[in-house]
């Protein structure tokens, strides 16, 4: 498979978990507003409320990070880099891909690691007793977008470094 198939594949799925992420941002703004509702007018709180937050917010962080790397929304300092010239700002932007990406499979690795330690203890949250180790593959799914994401910005800024 060439790489502009593999790229458009990656960007689908990674639009797609871009997507999840948006829904379950809505609906831990619903949760957020319909339990404070609650506390103030009936003082009645929803148990769980802050793990079942803290669970959204795994989702959201992990399943967005590749759509933001795709689009280069992440935060990047150029104060020096871009007073570089043009040839040296490709390289540093190559070995800026592959550092990341080394990074990304060795978070991946780790959580894949712990999830599976995890699920073989059973670990559960604290409330709602909802185990742990989905999340944690959450995680996994999400680094491994992102270094996707990376091998191909990787391989597309060695080309530009190669061609000139």
């Known amino acids: 498979m060439s790489e502009g198939k593999w790229r458009k594949r990656v960007y689908t799925f990674s639009n797609f978990l871009n997507i999840i992420a948006s829904i379950v941002l809505f609906l831990m703004m619903f949760l957020t507003v319909t339990d404070v509702f609650l506390r103030k007018v009936f003082a009645k709180s929803i148990l769980g409320t802050v793990e079942i937050t803290e669970f959204m917010m795994l989702i959201i962080v992990f399943f967005a990070l590749a759509q933001a790397e795709i689009e280069d929304k ?78 191909l910005n990787f391989l597309k800024s060695m080309r530009k470094v190669v061609k000139r």
């Not at 990341?100 to 409330?127: H, N, R, W």
């Open 74 to 151: 992440h935060v990047k300092v150029h104060l020096i880099v871009s007073r570089l010239k043009e040839k040296n700002q490709r390289l540093i932007d190559m070995f800026t891909q592959i550092f990341c990406f080394i990074l990304f499979i060795i978070a991946m690795l780790s959580a894949l690691t712990y999830a599976f330690k995890m699920k073989a203890s059973g670990e559960v949250s604290q409330d709602l007793w909802i185990p742990l180790y989905p999340f944690i593959y959450v995680v996994v799914v999400g680094c491994a977008i992102v270094s996707i994401v990376l091998l």
